[in-house]
């Protein structure tokens, strides 16, 4: 039942606020939190020589264990250490991380990362500072606006009083090479702090779109939006038009409640105001597996977001999972794309994110061309790794059933064989998948490559499978105690003949 009411608890939070962050998707009271002298991993000579960069896949995935135990598959990751080598920043572009501040105490947090409002800093005429002298020096309608703003308890301090904010904010800006703590993308990029969550009063839509034009207006060229709600309003989707009118790119994570987007009933928001300068993000695992996104013709990247390890207030380090975490990656590969092409706009800018991404198999259900976030290969404007392409015109067509019970049962693991014996390889035309998300999953193994080609745990109908080599494949229908739904119904097969 634990889920279930975890469930219930997120499906109320989102009842009773217009706006909330993304809750992570693994709830609060398991794992653990770390101190930088619980860490044995000696990394000195090393770069970068941050004892838990091991535990930070997404930078860099040797085939190691997440802060899990799960095991990645090497090269699942946003090639970080290539892309370090590939950056030459011509031009500073501000990155506004839109959230619950960020802890400016961490051990592992520079505020030298942060933007400076020109305005706001400084002496003034009586020889007070101007980031805390109560004055808005620079008529911009902000008092003391130096680092960003806080529009929850509407001042200029950008402290972090909850956790959402500071891990996801560090997964760009922790200090880096320092021997302390995790590694980050970059420390150089500037950060413009725009609180919006954390303790004192909610916010609602009109105040979040307040903070929203805030940051364009004051600079910001890139926005990380890892927040999201099932409502609509006219007053977020007239901010989010204004970054569009402004240039910026408005990147946001699609949420983490498997959802699909594209049906009118489980729309969300910012993702699905349409407009073309968004860059909606889908989250992967350390195999680049999709397990909980939302999905839908909107989403056009992904970019690790199970169990990334990160900061905490109070000298705290954990991981979460969530789109939440996906997001500021690639708003921060959008930053230093900019910053490395000055001209571009943020159509060039997105556009060398998306082809520069590596397609993955199985990832196309969950996002357009399914391409996760390779900054390595944007940076040097590189095409991403393409799957095999197939003329499927010369496949011949057969009728054949292969289903589930439906519904399944629950607390099962179910295998069904396959076998087209004159195929070089086939794929299999379903006629409707719903595995329930929470705990249930349909793998299409190939026993062929020894591969596991798709993990299936959403709704679709009348789709192909991916390709799969060779004769034969095993369908295994996985399912928990909890909560069962239709399963499967394969109608046809399509094969190229041997
Ligand atoms: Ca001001
Ligand atoms: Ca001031
Ligand atoms: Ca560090
Ligand atoms: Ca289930």
Sequence with gaps: MRYLLIIMVLATAIASAAEIPMLPFEPFDTGREYRSEDVTTDRTGQFPDDPFFAKQWHLENLGQADDKGNIGETGCDIAMRQ????????????????????????????????????????????????????????????????????????????????????????????????????????????????????????????????????????????????????????????????????????????????????????????????????LVVSATDNADWSQFANYGSMVEIAAPGANIFSLMPKNGYRSFSGTSQACPMVAAAATMVWSQNPEFTWQQVKQVLIDGGDEVAGLGRYVKKGRRLNLA???????????????????????????????????????FAVEVPQARRFRLFFERIEIDHHGDALAINSPNSARTIEKINSNFSECFSEVIEGTKAELVLTADKYMNAYGFKVSKIQYLPN
Aim: proline fraction near 4%; charge should be negative; hydrophobic fraction near 30%.
């Design 83 to 278: 892309a370090w080598n590939h950056w030459n920043p011509k031009q500073e572009v501000i990155l506004a991380i839109l959230d619950s501040g960020l802890d400016l105490n961490h051990e592992d947090i520079d505020p030298g990362v942060l933007w400076v409002n020109p305005g706001e800093s400084g002496i003034d005429s009586n020889g007070n500072a101007k980031q805390s002298n109560g004055i808005d020096d620079d008529e911009n309608g902000y008092v003391d606006d130096v680092h960003g703003y806080n529009f929850v308890r509407d001042n200029g301090i950008i402290q972090d009083d909850q956790y959402h904010g500071t891990h996801c904010g560090a997964i760009i800006c922790a200090k880096m090479n320092n021997g302390v703590g995790i590694a980050a993308m970059n420390p150089r990029l500037k950060i413009m702090i725009v609180k919006i969550f954390g303790l004192g009063q909610t916010l609602y839509a009109k105040d979040i779109a307040r903070a929203v034009k805030y940051a364009v207006d004051n600079g910001a060229r890139v926005l990380s939006n890892s927040y999201g709600t099932p409502s609509y309003t006219k007053e977020m989707h007239a901010a989010v038009t204004y970054t569009h009118e402004k240039g910026a790119l408005f990147v946001c994570a699609s949420g983490n409640s498997r959802k699909d987007l594209d049906n009118p009933e489980e729309k969300d928001y910012p993702s699905c105001y349409g407009l073309p300068n968004q």
């Design 377 to 415: 290969n944007s940076l040097q404007h590189k095409t991403g790794r393409r799957l095999p392409a197939h003329d499927f015109s010369q496949w011949v067509t057969e009728e054949r059933v292969i289903e589930s019970l439906h519904p399944y049962k629950n607390d099962q693991e179910i295998c």
